[in-house]
C-alpha cells in the first residue's frame, strides 16, 4: 500500500489482507492510476483538508482540526484489477473478472460483490482502460456542465488527463475543440484525439488565439481544467459575451491573476463549479458518478473515446516515489502515469 508519511515523502507499507465474507470479492490490483491534480495536493501538502477542518453539514472549511492529518494511506482513486477469491455464497462473479473501482493504491481490496457487478470491464477492452473511469467522469462532468451544443466552439483549457478526454468529449458533443496548454507533447496528443486546434499558452496570449480562430467572437463556451488561477483568468478572456466557462481544475495557488473587474465583468460571463462528487440539479434525477464512469468505460468499447494514448509512464508500485517525483517536477515530461501492481 503507498502512504504519504508527509509532505513530498511516499513510502510502500505493508497491511493485513483478509479473506472476502459472504458478499464480498477479493480484487487483486493490475494498475493504478495516480491523479496529477488530487493527488498531488495531498503529495505537497496544499489539499485543504489536511490544513483545514471540512463541516459537512454546513459545507464549510473551518479552523480546527484538519479533517485528515498523515500518514495519508491509499489515497487514489483510479484502479482496476482482477476477482481473486469470493466470499461464502457469491456465485454471480467468476476469478478473472477484471473490475475497475475506488480503492487506492493498495495491491488487494475487498469490494462488495453487488458493487463489483456494476464495475465489470466488458469483454475485450484492455484493464489499463479502467484506470480512466474516475478521471474520465470528472471530464464528462465538465463536458456535461459545458451544455454544448453542435457547431460551437469549446475552448479546453489544460490538456492534462481530464483535459484530453474532455476535449474529446466536446468533440463528440457535435462541438469545434480548441485545446489550450503550455506542454507541446499534451498539445500534439490533443490534436491526435481530435482537437481542431492548439494553443501554445506558453508563447501566445491564449484568449487572443481564440478571438483570432473565432473571427474576434470567442469560445462558445470554454472548460478550465487547469487548477490555475491565471489560466482561469485567461479562459474567461478568451470566452465570447455572454457565455460560460465551466471551472473543473482543483486551484491550489491564490487568485491574484484572477482579475473579475475586467473581461468577466464587461462580458457577463457565467462562471460554473464542476466537481465529481455530484452532478448539476438538472441532470441528478438521470446521471449519476456511477453512470458517468460506465459511460466513459462504454466510449472505450465502443472505440469512441481514446485513452490508453495518454498513459506516458508505467512504473512498478515500488517505485511510487519516483512516479509522485515526476508529477511534481517534471509535468511537461508525463500525462498518465500508472503504477503496476503485478
Known amino acids: 500500500m503507498i502512504s504519504f508519511r508527509a509532505p513530498h515523502d511516499v513510502v510502500l507499507v505493508d497491511y493485513e489482507e483478509r479473506l472476502p465474507a459472504a458478499g464480498e470479492v477479493l ?27 471540512w463541516d459537512n453539514e454546513r459545507r464549510l472549511f473551518v479552523e480546527g482540526t484538519p479533517t485528515f492529518s498523515y500518514p495519508l494511506d491509499a489515497w487514489g482513486y483510479e484502479q482496476v484489477g482482477a476477482v481473486a477469491a469470493v466470499g461464502e455464497g457469491t456465485t454471480t462473479r467468476r476469478r478473472g473478472d477484471i473490475v475497475w473501482g475506488i480503492w487506492g493504491h493498495r495491491s488487494s481490496a475487498i469490494v462488495a460483490d453487488d458493487h463489483v457487478a456494476q464495475h465489470l470491464l466488458p469483454e475485450g477492452v484492455p484493464p489499463m482502460c479502467g484506470v480512466f473511469a474516475r478521471i474520465g467522469a470528472v471530464a464528462l462532468n465538465a463536458v456535461l ?70 473571427g474576434g467572437r470567442g469560445a462558445d463556451v470554454v472548460i478550465e481544467l ?16 455572454a457565455s460560460r466557462v465551466v471551472v473543473a481544475g482543483f486551484s491550489q495557488d491564490g487568485a491574484n491573476a484572477l482579475r473579475l473587474g475586467e473581461e468577466f465583468h464587461l462580458n457577463r460571463i457565467e462562471l460554473v463549479s ?35 494514448a495518454l498513459v506516458t509512464h508505467v512504473l512498478p508500485a515500488n517505485r511510487a516515489a519516483d512516479a509522485f517525483r515526476l508529477l511534481d517536477e517534471r509535468p511537461e515530461e508525463a500525462v498518465q502515469v500508472v503504477l503496476d501492481f503485478t
Request: aromatic residues 4%; proline residues 3%; hydrophobic residues 40%.
Open 27 to 53: 480484487v487483486r490490483t493490475l494498475y493504478s492510476g495516480i491523479s496529477a491534480g488530487t493527488e498531488l495536493t495531498a503529495y505537497r501538502g496544499t489539499n485543504p483538508y489536511v490544513t483545514k477542518h
Open 145 to 214: 456542465d459545458a451544455d454544448i451544443h453542435v457547431g460551437e466552439v469549446v475552448a479546453v483549457f489544460g490538456q492534462g488527463v481530464p483535459g484530453l478526454i474532455a476535449s474529446q468529449l466536446a468533440r463528440l458533443n457535435g462541438g469545434t475543440v480548441v485545446a489550450v496548454d503550455r506542454i507541446p507533447r499534451r498539445l500534439e496528443l490533443a490534436r491526435a484525439v481530435g482537437a481542431t486546434t492548439v494553443i501554445d499558452a506558453g508563447t501566445t496570449s491564449a484568449a487572443s488565439a481564440v478571438k483570432d480562430v473565432t
Open 226 to 241: 487547469t487548477g490555475s488561477a491565471g489560466a482561469l483568468h485567461e479562459a474567461i478572456r478568451s470566452a465570447a459575451y
Open 274 to 308: 464542476s466537481q465529481i462528487s455530484h452532478v448539476a440539479p438538472r441532470f441528478s434525477h438521470r446521471w449519476s458518478p456511477e453512470r458517468l464512469e460506465r459511460t466513459v468505460i462504454e466510449l472505450c468499447a465502443e472505440g469512441r473515446l481514446e485513452l490508453e
